[in-house]
C-alpha cells in the first residue's frame, strides 16, 4: 500500500479527529461525502459527525470562528479552498490571530491549510504560494512541508502547538508524491532537513521546488558535482543553523523559491546567511524565483514562470563558475 | 428532465417578450458550445477548469440582453449566455479556454476569468464579490465624466453573496447611488455546499431593503420571466432609480465545473420546480406556440453548431503562447519594472 | 442638553426595570470616570487615545447588564458601560489607559483593546467586524464542548456595519445559530461621516431578516427601553431562537475621541430626539419617580467618584513596562520563536 | 513660510485636482471640513466641490471602486486612515489592482496613500509598515517617500503613473518634518538618493529611518567615521543600482527599517547586495528591524521595539569592527 501526500494530509486529519475531541475541521465544501476541493476531508465528515464542517463563502469569517474557538479551547483546522483566497482572511489571520496571545496571553492554536502553489492551468487565483506574506508578521508558525512523510507529521504537530500555524500544503505533491506508509518517525517543527547530502553548493529550498532541486543534483551527480540539498520545511521558524552548517560545508549558496521574486523566503535565507555566515560563502550566493508578473494560466507560460529544472541548473553552473 | 406544460402555465399564458427568440437563440447557442467545450475537456484539449451555465441560461442571457454601448457587464463563472448576449465573440471563448495567443487573455489567463474592458465586459477575478465595487467604480467614473443613461450589471451566486467584498460593493453601490443592477442566482448550490451551511434568510431578496435596494424575484427557469424582470430592473437602474437586485431561483444542472460529478446534488431537489431546464422549457414553449417549428428549430441548431465549431476551428489553428517570447513586465510603466533580471 | 418630560414620556408611564437603579449607578460612574480619562487625557497623562462613550451609556449598560458566568461580551470603543456591567475592575481600565505593567495588557495594547478572554470578555481588535466571527467561534466552541444556556453578544456602530467582517460574521452567526446578539448602535456619525455616506437603507433594523435574524429597534436614550429590549434580545437567544439584531439610535454626545472637538456634528441633528443624553433622562426619572432623592445622588456621585480616584490612583502609581526587561516572544510556544537575536 | 511633511501631502493633493480632471480622492472622513483623520485633505472638499468623497467603512469596496474608476479614466486617490485598515483591502490590491494589466492590458492607475508607520501610542494596529507585503506581488509600484520634498513630488508622480501606487507617508514625520518652501526639483520614481555621502559604511534605509539613520551618521562624525546614507525612496522598484554603487564606496552596508523582522526591504536589500555585489563587501552586512511582536502601546515598549539610534550605532560599531 502506498500513500500519497494528500492521503497522508486525510490521515493526519482522520488521526487529529480521533485522538482528540478539541480538533473540528472549518471549510468549503470539506463535508459530506463530496470531502473538499481537492478530497483531502473524503469521508472524515461520516466517520465524524458534526467535526467536518461546511462554511459559507466567508473566509474572513472562517478563520474568525476558529480563532474564537481556539480562544474557548478548541483545536480548529481551517480548509481554505485555494491559498490565494486566504487573501481575504488575512486580517483575522496577521491582526486578530497574530496578535492574540502576545495582547492577552490567550493561546489561538489554529492551523489554517492553504492548498498552494502551481499547477498546470492554474492561473492567477489558484497558484499561489503565500507563506513569505504570512511569516512577515509577528505571532505566526509557517509550514511547507515538501515530503508525503512532513505532510503527515507536520499536520499533526501543527494542530498540538499553542500557536497559530499556517501549513501550506503543495498542490502539485498531492499526488505526484508518494511513500510506502505513513511515517513513524519525525523531525520536530522548526528544523530544516538535509534531503541530499553534497560537497559543492548549498541549494535552500521548500515544498515542491525541493523535488525540482533534486532533480538538478541528479543530473550533476553525472559530472562528479555534488550539490545538497536542504528542506526549510518550516519558514517560521527558519532553521539558519542548519542552512549556515550546509553553506559551512560547501561554502556556495542558491536559494530558490516558486514564490514571488520581491522579498519572500530566499531573500530572507540569503540575508540571513550574508549576515550571520558571510564568511561561509566562497562565492556570491544567488537566487531563482517565479518571475515578476502573475501566474500564467497557460502551460507554456507557467513552466517558464517558475523555476524549473533547467533554469535551476544553469544558476548552479553559475554560481559554481564563480 | 423536460416539464410538463403545467409547470410552465405562468410563461404560456402571456405574448412571448419581443426578446424571446433573440434571447432562445443565444441560449441555445450557448448549450451547443458548452457541450462542445464540455467535451473538448473530456478529450484532454483544454487546461484546467471548465465551467458551464447549463440550468441558468434564461437568467444570464437577460442578463447581456438589455445593455447597451456604454453600459458596463461584469459577468461571473455561468454567464455564457450573458456574455454573448452582450457581444463577446465566440472565437474570444474558444481562445481563453484553449489558450490561444491571439485570444484577448493571450493565455495568461484561462477559461471564465475572462473579458474585454474597453468593450465594457470586465474580466472576473476569482475571489467572489471582487467585481460588485469595481462597476460602482466604473459607473461612478462615468457620472463624473458626464456621461448619461450608462447602468452596470453584475452576477453572483447566492454563495458570493456571503462574501464581505460582495457586501461591501453593493452597499457603497447604494451610497454612491449609482445605477447598478446585481443579479444574484440562487442555484441552491455552491460547489458542493447547499443552502443551508451558506445562509439562513428565508430569502436572499429580503436582503436589498437592508442596502436600501429595490428587490425582485424571478424563477430562473422561465425566460419570458427572467427578460421582464430584469429588463425592468434595468430600465429602473436607467431610470435613476435605487440600485436593484434580481434574485433568481435555479437548479445548477452541471457540476461545479466539468471535473465534478456533482453526486452531491439530491435526488429530490432535482423534483424542485427551479430544477426545470430553462432551455427545454424554452423550446417547449416555441413548439407550443408555432413560433419555431421543429424543422426551424433542426435549422437553427445546424446553423448555431456550425458557428460554434467554427470559432473552435479558428480558435485550435492560432498558435499557443511562448515562454520565450513573452512580455513578463506587469506593470505597463515598463521604466519602473523592477529589475527584470532577478526573474531568470 | 437636558430635555423636557415629555420627550421621555414613554419611559415615565412605566414601573422602573428591575435593574435600573442598577444600570443608573454604572451609566453614572462611566460618565464620572470617562470625564476623569478626558481630563487626565487634557493634562498630558494619557498616550495615545481615548474614546469616549457619552450618550450611549443606556445601550452599553444594557448589553452587559444581562450576562452571566459563562457568556461571552465582545464590546467595543463606547463601551465603558457595558464593561462595568459586565464585571471588568475600574482599575484595569484606568491601567489600560495609563499603560501600567499590571494591567490585564500590560502597557502591550491601550485604551479601548483591552479584554479578559479567560473572563469571557474579548479584547478588541480595531479592524471594524473582525470580533463578531470571533464570538460566534467561541458560541459554537462551547456547544461542542457540551456547555448550555451561554449566549454571546458583541457591539457594533453604524459605521462598523458597512464592513465586510461584520456580515460575514453575521451572517456565519445565522448558519451556524449560534445565540448571538448583535446590538448596533447607530450613533449617526463614524468619526466624521454621517449616515448618508455610510448607508442608504431607511433604517439597519432591515438587515435582521435577510440573515435571518430577529431584529428589534431601541430608543438609546431611553435606559428602560434600552433594558427591556435588549435583555428581551438576550433572552430569546439563549432560549435558542435565531440570533439577534438590536439597533438603537443615539447622537454620539463627545468626539470621536478626545482629540477631535466633533465640529462637524450639525447644530440640526443635536436637536433630535435620539440627541438627548440618556443619563441626563435616567437621572430626571429617577428624581421625579423619587426612586433617589437629589441628596441621594449627591452621595452616590461622591461614592462612585471616589471609586473611580482610587481606581486612577492605583494604576498611577504602578510601574510602567521596561523595554529591557520584556518578553519579546509572540508565541507561546517559545522554543518556536524566530531567531530572537536578529531582533536587537 | 515652511511646509510640513503632511502639508506637502495636501499641497500635492490640491496641485493633482487643479491640474488634472480625472483625479479624485476616495476614503473615510476626509471630505467636509473634517479633511481627515490626519487632515491630510483639509479644505479640498470645499475647493474641489464633488471631488473628495467620503466613504463608508469599507476598505475592500474603497480600493475595487477605485479600480473601476480607474480603469475607466479617472486617477483616484484612496486614503486608508491607517495602513493598518489596508489588510482588509488586500485582496483588491493585490489580485484585482496588480493583475489587471498584464492580464487585461488596462492600466489601473490607482494611488492608494498609507498612513504607515509608528508613533507614540499608537499600539499594534496603527503603526504598521506594510510595504514589504505589497512589493512582493507583481504589478504595483511601492514608494516611501523620507522628506518634505520627496513626500511632494512622489504624490505627484505616483497619480501620473499608469500603475497601480501604493504610497507610505510615515506618520511620525506628518509633523515632525519641515522644508522652507515645496520643491522645485525632483528625482524620478525608481531612483534612490544618497542623502549623506560617506565612507566607511552604507546605511541603506527608507521612510522615517533615513532620519535615525542621519542622526547615528551625526554622532558617527565627531569619531571621524563617516556613514553613507541611502534613502530608497521606491522600494519597487529597488534601486539596486544606487544601492551598490554605494557599497562599492563603503565595503560595508547596514539595512535598517522598521518593519518587522522576517523578510520585508531589509531582507530584499541584503539579498540583492549579496547576490550581485558580494565582492564589494568588505564584511557582512548587517540589518536592524522592528522587533519579531506586535507594535507595542506603550511609549517604553515602543521605543525599544523600534530600531532607534542606539541600536543603530551599536550595530554599525558591531558592522565597522569586522
Ligand atoms: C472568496 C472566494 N472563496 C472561494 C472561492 C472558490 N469558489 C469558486 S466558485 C465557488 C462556489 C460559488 O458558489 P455560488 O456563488 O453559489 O455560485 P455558483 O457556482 O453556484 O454559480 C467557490 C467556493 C472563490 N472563488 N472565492
Ligand atoms: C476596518 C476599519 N477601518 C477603519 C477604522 C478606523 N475607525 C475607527 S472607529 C471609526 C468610526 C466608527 O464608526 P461607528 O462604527 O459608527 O462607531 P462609533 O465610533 O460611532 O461608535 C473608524 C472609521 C477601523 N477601526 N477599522
Ligand atoms: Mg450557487
Ligand atoms: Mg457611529
Redesign the interface.
Known amino acids: 500500500m502506498s500513500v500519497t501526500y494528500l492521503e497522508a494530509i486525510r490521515e493526519a486529519q482522520a488521526k487529529l479527529l480521533r485522538d482528540d475531541d478539541r480538533v473540528f475541521i472549518y471549510g468549503q465544501d470539506i463535508a459530506g461525502k463530496f470531502g473538499g476541493a481537492f478530497k483531502a476531508t473524503k469521508g472524515l465528515a461520516e466517520q465524524f459527525p458534526g467535526r467536518v464542517l461546511n462554511t459559507p463563502i466567508s473566509e474572513d469569517a472562517m478563520v474568525g470562528t476558529a480563532i474564537g474557538a481556539a480562544m474557548e479551547g478548541m483545536r480548529p483546522i481551517v480548509e481554505m479552498q485555494f491559498a490565494d483566497f486566504s487573501s481575504v482572511a488575512l486580517n483575522q489571520i496577521l491582526n486578530n490571530a497574530g496578535t492574540q496571545y502576545w495582547r492577552t496571553q490567550t493561546p489561538c492554536p489554529i492551523t489554517v491549510r492553504l492548498p498552494s502553489g502551481g499547477t498546470k492551468g492554474s492561473g492567477p487565483f489558484h497558484s499561489q504560494s503565500m507563506e513569505g506574506i504570512y511569516s512577515h508578521y509577528p505571532g505566526l508558525v509557517v509550514l511547507t512541508p515538501a515530503t508525503v512523510e512532513d505532510a503527515y507529521t507536520m499536520l499533526i504537530d501543527a494542530v498540538a502547538i499553542d500557536d497559530p500555524v499556517i501549513y501550506c500544503e503543495h498542490k502539485y505533491l498531492y499526488y505526484h508524491l508518494k511513500a510506502d506508509a505513513l511515517p513513524t518517525e519525525k523531525l520536530p517543527i522548526g528544523k530544516a532537513r538535509v534531503v541530499r547530502p553534497g560537497r559543492d553548493l548549498s541549494i535552500v529550498t521548500n515544498s515542491a521546488m525541493v523535488h525540482e532541486a533534486l532533480a538538478v543534483a541528479q543530473q550533476f551527480r553525472a559530472e562528479g558535482i555534488e550539490l545538497e540539498v536542504v528542506d526549510l520545511r518550516s519558514v517560521k521558524p527558519l532553521d539558519t543553523a542548519t542552512v549556515l552548517a550546509s553553506v559551512a560545508r560547501t561554502g556556495r549558496l542558491l536559494c530558490v523559491g516558486e514564490a514571488f521574486p520581491w522579498g519572500g523566503v530566499t531573500a530572507e535565507v540569503i540575508a540571513r546567511v550574508a549576515t550571520e555566515g558571510f564568511h561561509l560563502l566562497d562565492a556570491a550566493p544567488a537566487r531563482i524565483n517565479a518571475k515578476d508578473t502573475p501566474i500564467p494560466y497557460h502551460p507554456n507560460l507557467w513552466s517558464e514562470h517558475r523555476p524549473n529544472a533547467k533554469t535551476i541548473a544553469a544558476k548552479v553552473r553559475q554560481v559554481l563558475a564563480e | 428532465m423536460l416539464q410538463t406544460a403545467e409547470r410552465g402555465a405562468s410563461t404560456s399564458k402571456n405574448a412571448p417578450h419581443e426578446k424571446y427568440l433573440k434571447a432562445f437563440r443565444i441560449m441555445f447557442q450557448t448549450r451547443i458550445f458548452e457541450e462542445k467545450l464540455a467535451s473538448l475537456y473530456r478529450g484532454g484539449l483544454i487546461?484546467?477548469?471548465v465551467y458551464l451555465g447549463k440550468g441558468q441560461e434564461a437568467v444570464s442571457v437577460a442578463c447581456g440582453l438589455f445593455l447597451q454601448k456604454g453600459d458596463v457587464f461584469a459577468p461571473l463563472i455561468r454567464d455564457q449566455a450573458g456574455r454573448s448576449a452582450f457581444g463577446e465573440p465566440l472565437v474570444d471563448v474558444a481562445r481563453t479556454y484553449l489558450?490561444s495567443r491571439s485570444g484577448?487573455?493571450r493565455?495568461?489567463?484561462?477559461?471564465i476569468?475572462r473579458?474585454?474592458?474597453?468593450a465594457g465586459q470586465?474580466?472576473m477575478?476569482?475571489?467572489?464579490g471582487?467585481?460588485?465595487?469595481?462597476?460602482?467604480?466604473?459607473?461612478?467614473?462615468?457620472r463624473?465624466?458626464g456621461e448619461k443613461g450608462f447602468i452596470g450589471l453584475t452576477t453572483i451566486g447566492e454563495?458570493?453573496m456571503?462574501?464581505?467584498?460582495?457586501?461591501?460593493?453593493m452597499?457603497?453601490a447604494?451610497?454612491?447611488?449609482v445605477p447598478l443592477v446585481i443579479v444574484a442566482t440562487n442555484n441552491h448550490y455552491?460547489?458542493?455546499?447547499p443552502n443551508?451551511?451558506?445562509?439562513?434568510?428565508?430569502d436572499?431578496v429580503?436582503?436589498?431593503?437592508?442596502?436600501?435596494y429595490e428587490g425582485s424575484s424571478v424563477d430562473g427557469t422561465d425566460l419570458a420571466q427572467c427578460l421582464e424582470v430584469i429588463s425592468a430592473a434595468v430600465k429602473h437602474a436607467r431610470a435613476g432609480r435605487?440600485p436593484q437586485l434580481v434574485v433568481a431561483s435555479t437548479l445548477r444542472l452541471a457540476g461545479h465545473g466539468e471535473h465534478d460529478d456533482a453526486?452531491?446534488v439530491t435526488e429530490d431537489i432535482k423534483r424542485e420546480s427551479f430544477a426545470q431546464d430553462a432551455l427545454q422549457r424554452t423550446e417547449q414553449f416555441i413548439l407550443e406556440h408555432e413560433l419555431v417549428d421543429r424543422e426551424g428549430l433542426q435549422q437553427m441548431r445546424a446553423e448555431l453548431a456550425a458557428e460554434v465549431d467554427e470559432a473552435v476551428a479558428t480558435a485550435q489553428q492560432e498558435e499557443?503562447?511562448?515562454?520565450?517570447e513573452?512580455d513578463?513586465?506587469?506593470?505597463?510603466?515598463r521604466?519602473?519594472?523592477?529589475?527584470?533580471t532577478?526573474?531568470?
Not at chain 2, 429580503?206 to 436600501?212: H, I, P, S, T, V
Open positions: 487546461t484546467g477548469g489558450g484577448p487573455m493565455g495568461r489567463d484561462g477559461n476569468h473579458g474585454c474592458p474597453k470586465l474580466a477575478i476569482s475571489h467572489l471582487a467585481m460588485v465595487s469595481v462597476v460602482v467604480g466604473k459607473l461612478l467614473a462615468k463624473m465624466k454563495g458570493g456571503q462574501t464581505g467584498a460582495t457586501h461591501e460593493g452597499n457603497i447604494a451610497v454612491e447611488r455552491a460547489y458542493s455546499t443551508d451551511r451558506q445562509f439562513a434568510c428565508a436572499l429580503d436582503r436589498a431593503k437592508g442596502y436600501g435605487p453526486s452531491y499557443a503562447p511562448v515562454g520565450s513573452e513578463w513586465c506587469a506593470v505597463s510603466t521604466e519602473l519594472a523592477d529589475e527584470p532577478l526573474a531568470e
